[in-house]
């Protein structure tokens, strides 16, 4: 028999069969724009100027895919988990089965890896034609996207499984995911920050997920070794699940 | 009933939220095959008791056993073989009806073919067949109700906790509802449900216990109750004021016993007739009168000094 997670995943998927078209946009076209937008007019301007060592269509394309994880992650993991405790309650009627929190947890993390990774292999084919796509191990990236967004995603579900009000999922939004995209070398490296800025680009899984990426994408080598950021990665995925099993707990006994 | 296997055993069961006390100590045992109640008035703590013999609320204090096995440490063996539907309803209104018991059939490890065949069965058993397509938001609460009391069942559970299940329901859904639970106690389905109907709970229950305050006021087969807690009849008198105390004092001695509602009087008798007669002997003259048999609601009167169901 399946692992019982699986069938939550099904779950999942039996929903967006239903809605998927309400999702292209949010996790496929936002990219997409930032890449037009930015590479070409940014781009030029940045490429005459000759600060970076590659195109940087290049540089912010790869860069997007990791991003792009992180986006649908954090939409995924913010208003649905609240509303499956507060308004439709579905984590109520799957606490009533065999089923066990972990299994709740992994099954929606399963579907929002599942988003994540057709969201970033779709752009990526958006990408080739601008030639911003230049290595066979840009298969890779995908996984890399799913990685981090699951990075994201697990705290999150911890997050916001303790919280009554998507007020505070907006304030997540906005203190938390702008900087993040802001300072983790998706439009600029790391290297332009503020030297007491960058600890804190290191700390967050974004940069991890983008050096990976770009490395994958492009070819190129990372700025730690890449088990390390591999590592850090999983990490934030174990953490985050871990909190999200203890917060799933305690709310469902209320 | 007697020497049925126990399915579920509580001992001085306890729930605390905090510092208030939800379940005080209560004991019950739920027998194989019977259809057992919790009757009593909003906050008496039913929900409470059955979100722990559902294994998903954690008992402050007590035991509890339900199939033999412990809540805390087997807690999804248990679940597999209980149907349970809660108070609220937690369907998915994004899907069909047909898709909320075919994925929710998925969590106990049942097949996509028989996931599918048994949904279908299920609607047909709720008579809810000619809305399998419709995705839930189009349904009314009524038929809510009914899908959810359908996907109480998709496990084939031994034990079915039904926690106010004819809440919202008409009339006609609500006889619709009962004759389903009869069928399914006739199939040796062990019943356990909450409510505030005392009809609900005659029709239905085989044994059932009162509950207030967190607490067992009385227990026992809804016949045995009303021997014990009520006269075999009651007259219902009504004098078209708002004031009833000085008429309370004036049918003294009529009947057993005498129960001041804000609305009407009751008087207690084994006949009811006789105590009506002596009441227009008395030149008292109500405005209505009714006599007819005791009930439930009696018996909660009696036990907790309140009405179950507002009248007002
Ligand atoms: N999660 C909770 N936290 C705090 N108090 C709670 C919680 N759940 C229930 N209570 C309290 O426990 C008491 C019993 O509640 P419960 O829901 O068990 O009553 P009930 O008999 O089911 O009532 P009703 O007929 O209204 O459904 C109530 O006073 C309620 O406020
Ligand atoms: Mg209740």
């Not at chain 2, 033999?68 to 149907?83: E, K, S, T, W, Y």
Request: aromatic share 10%.
């Amino acid at each position: 028999m399946a692992h019982p997670s699986v069938a939550v995943l099904e779950y999942q998927l039996v929903g967006y069969r239903r809605f998927w078209r309400g999702t292209v946009f949010s996790s496929f076209v936002m990219p997409v724009l930032f890449f037009l937008g930015m590479g070409l007019a940014v781009g030029e301007y940045v490429d005459r100027g000759g600060g970076l060592d590659l195109p940087y269509q290049q540089f912010i394309g790869a860069g997007l895919v990791a991003f792009t994880g992180v986006q649908i992650a954090m939409i995924e993991s913010s208003f649905p988990v609240l509303g499956n405790f507060k308004w439709q309650r579905i984590y109520y009627g799957m606490a009533a089965t065999p089923l066990r929190v972990g299994d709740m947890i992994a099954g929606q993390l399963g579907y929002i890896g599942f988003r994540i990774a057709v969201a970033a292999a779709a752009f990526l084919l958006v990408m080739i034609p601008f030639g911003a796509v230049t290595s066979a191990w840009a298969g890779l990236a995908p996984l890399v996207a799913v990685l981090v967004g699951l990075a994201v995603a697990a705290p999150m579900f911890a997050f916001s499984a303790t919280i009554e009000s998507a007020n505070l999922q907006a304030v997540m939004f906005r203190f938390a995911l702008l900087p993040m995209v802001l300072f983790s070398g998706v439009f600029f490296p790391v290297g332009q920050l503020p030297e007491l800025l960058r600890p804190l680009a290191y700390a967050l899984p974004l940069w991890h997920g983008v050096e990976l990426c770009r490395a994958a994408v492009l070819g190129i080598g990372t700025a730690w070794p890449v088990p390390v950021h591999l590592g850090y990665l999983g990490l934030w995925v174990g953490v985050g699940f871990v909190l999200a099993m203890a917060r799933f707990r305690r709310r469902l006994a209320t | 009933m007697d020497g049925g296997e126990a399915l579920i055993r509580a001992r001085g069961l306890v729930k605390r939220f905090g510092e208030f006390t939800a379940v005080d100590g209560i004991d019950v045992e739920v027998r194989k095959g019977e259809a057992f109640g919790f009757l009593g008035p909003n906050g008496a703590g039913k929900s409470s008791t059955m979100r722990m013999i559902g294994c998903v609320s954690a008992p402050t204090g007590g035991e509890l056993a339900i199939l033999g096995m412990d809540p805390l440490r087997q807690g999804p063996a248990i679940r597999a073989r209980l149907g349970v539907c809660p108070q609220e309803d937690n369907l998915d209104i994004e899907l069909t009806a047909r898709e909320n018991l075919t994925t929710y059939a998925r969590y106990f490890g049942i097949p996509r073919a028989t996931a599918r065949r048994r949904a279908d069965q299920l609607l047909e058993f709720v008579q809810l067949a000619d809305r399998a397509g419709s995705k839930v938001d189009q349904l009314s609460g009524g038929m809510r109700r009914r899908l959810t009391i359908a996907r109480s069942l998709v496990n084939e559970p031994d034990i079915v906790l039904l926690d106010e299940p004819t809440t919202g329901l008409d009339p006609q859904a609500r006889h619709l509802v009962w004759e389903r639970l009869f069928r399914l106690k006739r199939q040796g389905t062990t019943l356990v449900l909450t409510t505030h109907y005392m009809d609900e709970a005659e029709q239905l229950c085989d044994r059932l216990v009162v509950m207030d305050g967190g607490r067992i006021a009385a227990e026992g087969s809804p016949r045995e109750l009303i021997e014990q807690h009520a006269t075999r009849e009651v007259v219902e008198l009504r004098f078209g004021v708002t004031a009833l105390e000085p008429f309370a004092d004036k049918l003294a001695g009529i009947g057993e016993r005498l129960e001041l509602l804000p609305d009407r009087i009751l008087l207690y008798a084994d006949d009811g007739d006789a105590a009506a007669a002596e009441v227009y002997a008395r030149n008292l003259s109500p405005s209505g009168v009714l006599v007819r048999r005791a009930s439930l609601e009696d018996v909660f009167l009696h036990l907790t000094g309140r009405t179950l169901v507002e009248t007002g």
